[in-house]
């Protein structure tokens, strides 16, 4: 059960989406993920199905996000970078203590973030995203689980909340691209074209995106995809009143069956500046 598609236009000037394989260095993928577009529409609109707390469990009321395209109008460049982490679990109350330069505070580390780049006239560019999605009910997760099934006019409902959000610039916190530090610094709404079924852009904007197109300027390698938590959710419980397992292993149950599955990987190659995530 899926609501209208809808596509939000993100930009800022960086972002750093991980890739795993190199562990405590930072190195980003060329190009965003669906996983963190997915964090950042849940960043202005958010109402989960499975519900953490146990007098909340019963209640099945709310949607999942499930990205379709992703839309590349300026992919950047990867840019190397030399930062400063901290290290300590908290902070000190002796101004001396945050200040120190003990290895065991502060460590120096590598990063290979994504930059947009710069004009002819030395003005930056942003990195430039868009963002295709659908809202889901997910009726096969109410009948899995022995929930009502959802009301079709909550995905009308929901899509009219997401678009009023967007477009006043709402959010429950602040969108980032990949890592907290990296914030998104404006997003919008893009219209569609009833007759044509096309999202409205710019024809300067249309252009960029028919340069990122094939093997050659448009393959970005595989790239992650996202988790399927469905695993963990179906070990909480989803009777209301249930409370969270103390440990993962009761029952019987393998806790590897118990952690987020792992999709993908994703093959990220641009068709005219379009990823193609679901069909």
Same mark, same amino acid.
């Given at each position: ?74 992919? #950047?460049?990867?840019? @190397?970078?030399?930062? =400063?982490?901290?290290? %300590?679990? *908290?902070?000190? /109350?002796?101004?001396?203590? !945050? ?46 689980? #022995?929930?009502?099934? @959802?009301?079709?006019? =909550?995905?009308?409902? %929901?899509? *009219?909340?997401? /678009?009023?959000?967007?477009? !006043? ?111």
């Amino acid at each position: 059960m899926l609501s209208e598609p809808i596509c939000l236009r993100v930009k800022g000037p960086f972002a750093c989406f991980t890739r795993p394989e190199f562990h405590v260095e930072r190195v980003s993928y060329p190009v965003i993920t669906p996983s963190a577009a997915r964090g950042i529409l849940e960043a202005i609109l958010m109402k989960p199905i499975e519900k953490p707390c146990a007098d909340q469990r019963g209640n099945g009321v709310g949607f999942r996000w499930r990205i379709k395209k992703l839309g590349v109008i300026n992919k #950047g460049y990867l840019m @190397p970078m030399l930062r =400063n982490e901290v290290g %300590y679990q *908290e902070h000190k /109350k002796e101004a001396f203590e !945050s200040a120190s330069t003990s290895p065991r505070v502060r460590s120096q580390r590598h990063s290979l973030i994504l930059c947009g780049g710069s004009e002819s006239g030395g003005a930056r560019k942003p990195l430039d995203y868009l963002i295709e999605a659908v809202i889901d009910l997910d009726p096969e997760h109410a009948q899995r689980t #022995g929930r009502q099934r @959802p009301d079709p006019a =909550n995905a009308r409902k %929901y899509f *009219e909340m997401f /678009k009023r959000r967007a477009t !006043s610039g709402q959010c429950f916190y602040h969108p980032f691209f990949g890592c907290r530090e990296f914030s998104v610094n404006e997003w919008g709404w893009v219209e569609r074209n009833r007759s044509s079924r096309e999202w409205e852009l710019p024809a300067a904007d249309k252009q960029k995106m028919g340069a990122i197109d094939g093997f050659d300027n448009g393959y970005f390698g595989s790239i992650f995809w996202d988790y399927d938590y469905n695993p963990v959710w179906d070990f909480w419980g989803y009777e209301g009143g249930t409370p969270r397992p103390e440990n993962w292993r009761k029952d019987g149950v393998d806790p590897r069956r118990t952690r987020p599955a792992q999709l993908g990987p994703l093959n990220a190659l641009a068709v005219k500046g379009w990823i193609t995530v679901e069909p």
